[in-house]
């Protein structure tokens, strides 16, 4: 059974880069049968997708945040991170990394979610 | 992007009720909608793919369905643990765009 489980600071200063990781055990990203994604969510709102990445190193991105962000795979280590530069006091949410399916391109298997909170 | 518009926003009902949600694109998505429910200070759980197709481990009292561009979340028989927000997402076309969510909660 696959687990996702994100990890990083809970606190960045505005205008600095938010920076996550999501370990995976259970299945391999260099598979080549999943999107390896990050979704957010601001406490008590709605869902919002980043982006995903699949393991051939091709990556979609969201276009509101395309020109912040870049995601990446690490293959040895079976993880995939996230990084949003230039981060606002808007950025704050929970940020979910999540396994997407190619045909259907549906979310099967998510992490727990990490609160990150921008503030100087 | 492609709009995703969910009604109700919210909705009250009692343990045993028959409850629909309905989702509608802002354009014609084929069947590429998916459906997940989410509890407080959880994630998402998905429930149904390509519109109607149950995940596995999903009860069957979950069910799906279309109409053109309007997509419905149907349980059956309300059970005390479906009490939760739902929402659907399109994977038609890039972006992926999530409905605003419905949440269900008690009479």
């Known amino acids: 059974q696959v687990q996702l489980q994100e990890s990083g600071p809970g606190l960045v200063k505005p205008s600095q880069t938010l920076s996550l990781t999501c370990d995976v055990s259970g299945a391999s990203i260099s598979s080549g049968a999943y999107y390896w994604s990050w979704i957010r969510q601001v406490p008590g709102k709605g869902l919002e997708w980043i982006g995903y990445m699949f393991y051939s190193g091709s990556a979609y991105y969201n276009p509101s945040l395309e020109s912040r962000l870049i995601i990446s795979l690490d293959a040895s280590n079976n993880r995939f991170s996230l990084k949003l530069r230039s981060v606002t006091a808007a950025d704050t949410a929970v940020y979910f990394c999540?396994?997407?399916?190619?045909?259907?391109?549906?979310?099967?298997?998510w992490g727990q979610g990490t609160l990150v909170t921008v503030s100087s | 992007d492609i709009q995703m518009t969910q009604s109700p926003s919210s909705l009250s009902a009692s343990v045993g009720d028959r409850v629909t949600i309905t989702c509608r694109a802002s354009?014609?998505?084929?069947?590429?909608l998916n459906w997940y429910q989410q509890k407080p200070g959880k994630a998402p759980k998905l429930l149904i793919y390509a519109a109607s197709t149950l995940q596995s481990g999903v009860p069957s009292r979950f069910s799906g369905g279309e109409s053109g561009a309007e997509f419905t979340l149907t349980i059956s028989s309300l059970q005390p643990e479906d009490f939760a927000t739902y929402y659907c997402?399109?994977?038609?076309?890039?972006?992926?765009?999530f409905g605003q969510g419905t949440k269900v909660e008690i009479k």
């Open positions: 997402q399109q994977s038609y076309r890039m972006p992926l765009t």
């Open positions: 999540a396994r997407a399916g190619q045909k259907e391109i549906n979310f099967d298997s």
């Open positions: 354009q014609s998505i084929s069947s590429f």
